[in-house]
């Protein structure tokens, strides 16, 4: 599948001919999927995927076909950044505008594509080949600046490189071509042909272990019952690897204890959290590992079904994942009858479409019933009415390679790693102000300072820990440890060195969680848009003392009143610079009159123009 | 049979049923929970926050959430009311709402909300959104201005009316009402006497020639104000 778009027509035959064929494939994309509404996603994908676009017409087509309601159709093309109603170009360029990626001189980027195509952002080339457009973090601030050009991925993206690109592509080369020089590992794999870099930086003896053999763990767990497979998981201490931390034990207890006979186990690969890509790294080098930890959560919940939900951003693995999927049923580890031991189970994949939001786990099972990503109300939580309403256990990509480990090694092994409140070992995506960004497989204890020396990172002025939103901390906290109690992270680091304007950063997620929220709830909604105006404000040295006061009970309110984490967590890029930095905010205020007064905006510019049309100072102001 | 639960809102007492949210329990024990997407006649949906309580320290929307016995539910207290007072702030700046030119005043929902609440004029910069009206039924209009995003039509039309004539389209602050047909209302099954069209808290979703028909000063919160029937039993007694 590929996010850009072909076929644009001009002649009033063309558009005729166009219509027919529209018909007729969005009744064959129906029909592969057995007209089944819940396969809403991917009927839509691959109608941008042939058309450039999900048109009105089509989304009348595809509500005929399915026998729903237009207006449903409507909803969901329109939730998802890369779906789009009007048509795009053949070529869709989208060029990651992460904090991380603006540092690393993504802006030099964008000035050379907007030059050699002659378009601004948003807009499509007159030929209607190409468009251009920024993305959020794709998943490759160790390789930053990035883009995607269709499904292909472009790291170390500098002026030249895109210039080059753009000239490329506006000659007619397939973007599948303007791949140079293969990435390393399975980055070079036939089916996955990118440029992209593991960059694994630290392997640990958990994930990135030699000689871990397919299907051990699995064995393993098959020789024991469910409960003791659950039991096990428990006694290893593992919690969630996605941010929340949940004990997976428990999890999965409460999912196999509840009631119904069909029950469903999701992956989450969204990774969508700004300036994480462990994800990235483990679905490319160790997907066997994931998928395994799949089939043991299966089979300890009781599931016969499992889904990996992964972030259209990654939609360059689909066909390798897709691989390594057919390889295990043929190994007999997937399918029918698995390992001869009577259980049957399988894995397919759904495919997201640009939203962070659906990373939160009903969010993300409303997107893979076919619905757009609004999270759903809690309770019921997932574990007992999840997916199409059967009791559901999310997690995320790394927790099920923990999984399997753990199988094959036992509890005790893994639970003995890390520090007390957590076992074992987490992966760390570092990035930004450092000598060495990626991957690291590090014990959960360790400290920040260490981390910050094994990334050679210098001249620390703050670290952002678990994305914008975890925390951003200074100095202070170089001593405190990375673990569920004290630096909780969902595995992304991006270091700031003291060059770094904060506030500007500050800014950036702001603007990334305006964009992000599903817009369900009125906090989230209104909340994260006036933060980020006040903060704008301020760093363009219009903020006032009052405003740190306005900042901080807003963003109290946006985090106790939203709907879902995502605005529970949204106005933390704020509350921790805050608390940590606020002598930055202090500096960056506008300094009072020689009043004392603070007037919110500047009178006399004001004034000014109609000044110069009367050609006289206001009266008020003659002195 | 259906098994009773006890638990208490603001110290006070109550019993409620089993599987009955907060609101609901609330509601049939004449407290007023301050409210504006939910509706007694429809499915809980959960986002406006209006409805924010702390239950038992947490913070949980009380249209949503469940009763359960020896739950303490925090309501009428100072902390909740002010997170409440923002959010209804948030609704009016982020819509255009200028009341004095409007149809619903009195009757408005929010404007009864803000009343209540004592809002002068809200601590935020209003956003000054550009929305589309959309007039093209004979006897049914929609004005998005004025849009607090409640999906009580949604619902309304979807569960009740049978028709799903509505939905969300868009996300984050472009979220806003999309109808069922390509080209306006008008080419929708929408009928002047949907429970859809009855349910918006709102001026938004209106029906034509009838803005005037109760002249102001005998309307709904003209006289008290917004929640004064529950805490006094009078919508029971109905
Ligand atoms: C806005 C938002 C985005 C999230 N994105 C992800 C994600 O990309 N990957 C992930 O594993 N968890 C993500 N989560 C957390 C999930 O909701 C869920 O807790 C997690 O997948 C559970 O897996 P675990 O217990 O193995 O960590 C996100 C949560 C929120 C609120
Ligand atoms: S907090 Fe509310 S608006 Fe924000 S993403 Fe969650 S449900 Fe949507
Ligand atoms: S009334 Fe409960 S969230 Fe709106
Ligand atoms: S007075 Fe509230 S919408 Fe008009």
């Known amino acids: 599948m590929s996010f850009g778009g072909p076929e644009v027509c001009h002649t009033k035959q063309e558009r005729l001919t166009m219509s027919e064929s529209l018909q007729s494939a969005i009744k064959e994309i129906c029909e592969v999927v057995g007209n089944d509404r819940t396969q809403m996603m991917e009927i839509v994908e691959q109608v941008q995927d042939r058309f450039g676009c999900v048109s009105s017409e089509a989304m009348d087509l595809i509500a005929q076909q399915m026998n729903c309601h237009r207006v449903e159709v409507m909803s969901v093309v329109s939730f998802y950044s890369f779906l789009s109603e009007k048509p795009k170009g053949t070529v869709v360029i989208r060029l990651c505008n992460d904090v991380i990626d603006l540092m690393k001189g993504a802006n030099h980027a964008a000035d050379a594509f907007r030059d050699e ?23 490759m601030s160790d390789q930053a600046p990035a883009a995607l050009i269709n499904d292909e991925v472009v790291t170390y993206l500098g002026s030249d490189g895109a210039r080059n690109i753009a000239r490329q592509l506006k000659e007619g080369t397939a973007p599948s071509k303007l791949v140079g020089r293969l990435g390393d590992g399975n980055n070079a794999n036939d089916l996955v042909k990118s440029m992209v870099h593991n960059n694994i930086r630290n392997a640990g003896p958990v994930v990135f272990a030699e000689g871990i053999v397919k299907g051990d763990g699995l064995k393993k767990a098959l020789a024991m019952s469910p409960r003791e497979v659950i039991n096990d998981v428990k006694n290893s201490r593992l919690r969630g690897r996605g941010g929340a931390g949940f004990p997976t034990g428990m999890k999965w207890d409460f999912t196999r204890q509840a009631d119904g006979d069909k029950k469903y186990i999701f992956c989450n690969a969204d990774e969508g959290e700004p300036g994480t890509f462990k994800d990235r790294v483990i679905l490319t080098e160790k997907p066997d590992l994931m998928f395994e930890g799949m089939t043991i959560g299966g089979y300890a919940i009781g599931a016969d079904e499992g889904i990996l939900y992964l972030r259209g951003e990654y939609a360059y693995l689909r066909a390798f994942l897709d691989d390594v999927l057919a390889n295990r049923r043929d190994a007999g580890l997937l399918g029918k009858n698995i390992c001869g031991k009577g259980f049957d189970f399988d894995i397919r994949i759904v495919m997201g479409a640009g939203a962070y939001i659906c990373g939160e786990e009903t969010a993300l099972l409303s997107s893979a019933e076919g ?7 809690r309770p019921p939580f997932p574990a007992q009415k999840g997916y199409r309403d059967c009791p559901t256990a999310v997690n995320n990509v790394e927790t099920f390679c923990k999984v399997t480990r753990i199988l094959e090694k036992g509890p005790g092994w893994f639970s003995e790693i890390g520090s007390e409140g957590s076992a074992g070992t987490k992966l760390l995506s570092i990035s930004g102000d450092c000598h060495k960004p990626g991957v690291y497989e590090v014990p959960f204890g360790i400290k920040l300072r260490e981390v910050m020396d094994l990334c050679g990172a210098e001249d620390v002025q703050a670290v952002q820990i678990g994305g914008p939103s975890g925390r951003l901390v200074g100095k202070d906290s170089m001593d405190d440890q990375i ?43 209104v909340g994260n848009v006036l933060l980020r105006k006040k903060i704008e404000a301020i760093v363009n040295g219009e903020g006032e003392p009052a405003d740190l006061e306005y900042l901080q009970t807003l963003g109290e309110t946006v985090k106790t009143c939203s709907r879902c984490g995502l605005g529970q967590t949204s106005p933390n890029p704020v509350l921790t610079s805050l608390e940590s930095f606020r002598d930055v905010y202090e500096a960056a205020l506008k300094p009072a009159l020689k009043d004392g007064s603070q007037p919110e905006f500047d009178i006399r510019a004001a004034l000014r123009p109609a000044e110069a049309i009367a050609g006289r100072a206001s009266s008020h102001f003659a002195e | 049979m259906s098994e009773n639960v006890t638990l208490t809102i603001d110290g006070k007492d109550i019993t409620g049923e089993k599987g ?9 024990n004449d407290i007023y929970i301050p409210h504006l997407c939910h509706h007694p006649d429809l499915a809980p949906y959960g986002s406006c926050r209006v ?15 469940p009763i359960s016995d020896g739950m303490e539910v925090e309501n009428d207290t100072d902390t909740v009311n002010e997170m409440r007072k923002q959010i209804v702030e948030m609704l009016f700046v982020e819509g255009n709402h200028y009341c004095m030119f409007c149809e619903k005043s009195g009757n408005c929902e929010l404007q009864a909300l803000a009343y209540r609440f004592g809002v002068t004029t809200p601590r935020y910069p209003y956003q000054f959104p550009k929305r589309e009206v959309d007039a093209s039924h004979p006897n049914v209009w929609i004005d998005r201005d004025r849009c607090v995003l409640c999906a009580r039509c949604i619902r309304a039309s979807k569960d009740v009316d049978g028709k799903h004539a509505f939905d969300f389209a868009g996300r984050g602050p472009n979220r806003h009402i999309s109808v069922d047909a390509a ?6 099954p929408v009928d002047a006497d949907d429970k859809a069209v009855q349910v918006c808290p709102v001026g938004s979703l209106m029906l034509k020639r009838q803005g005037y028909k109760i002249p102001i000063g005998q309307r709904k919160y003209d006289h008290e104000p917004i929640g004064t029937d529950i805490e006094t039993g009078a919508s029971k007694k109905q």
């Open chain 1, 117 to 139: 195509l002659g378009i601004e952002f948003g807009e499509t080339t007159p030929d209607g080949k190409i468009t251009l457009e920024w993305t959020p973090c794709i998943g």
């Open chain 2, 183 to 188: 080209d306006g209302i008008e080419h929708t």
């Open chain 2, 20 to 28: 009955q949210t907060i609101m609901d329990a609330a509601l049939a």
């Open chain 2, 51 to 65: 409805c924010t309580c702390l239950v038992n320290g947490r913070p949980q929307t009380a249209c949503t959430f």
């Open chain 1, 371 to 377: 619905m757009r990503g609004d999270p759903k109300n």
């Open chain 1, 483 to 525: 673990c569920y109690d004290h630096l909780a992270t969902g595995g992304s680091l991006m270091v700031f060195s003291r060059k770094r304007n904060l506030l500007k950063k500050v800014l950036n997620f702001m603007e990334f969680f305006e964009e992000e929220s599903c817009g369900y709830c009125t906090p989230c909604r």
